[in-house]
Nanobody, 124 residues
């Protein structure tokens, strides 16, 4: 079993900061790309940021210069530092990881695993 558990969401005023964390645990052989998505009410889920195992990153235009994605490979954890938050950043944030699980003495197929989501609300 593989689990992704997110933390760090909450209510923050415009201009404020939050740091999201997402820890992967369970029968993990390796983790490739890790990413953060978000979904606002009435909107489709969108990619916010992605980071490869080697540390290469890519961001949605709407968050460039404000958000920073990072990861700790030893801890199987991905972070999203969010600064200069705006009301339009309000959404449920989900982490996603491409994980190859261990299965018995071997490995299973790589699969996209998702966290349960954490609410971020930016409001005065």
């Amino acid at each position: 079993q593989v689990q992704l558990v997110e933390s760090g969401g909450g209510l923050v005023q415009p201009g404020g900061s939050l740091r999201l964390s997402c820890a992967a645990s369970g029968s993990i052989f390796s983790i490739n790309a890790m990413a953060w998505y978000r979904q606002a009410p009435g909107k489709q889920r969108e990619l916010v940021a992605v980071i490869t195992r080697g540390g290469s990153t890519n961001y949605a235009d709407s968050v460039k210069g404000r958000f920073t994605i990072s990861r700790d490979n030893a801890e199987n954890t991905v972070y999203l530092q969010m600064n200069s938050l705006k009301p339009e950043d309000t959404a449920v944030y989900y982490c996603d990881a491409a994980i190859t699980p261990t299965v018995g003495p071997g490995v299973g197929p790589k699969y996209d695993y998702w966290g349960q989501g954490t609410q971020v609300t930016v409001s005065s």
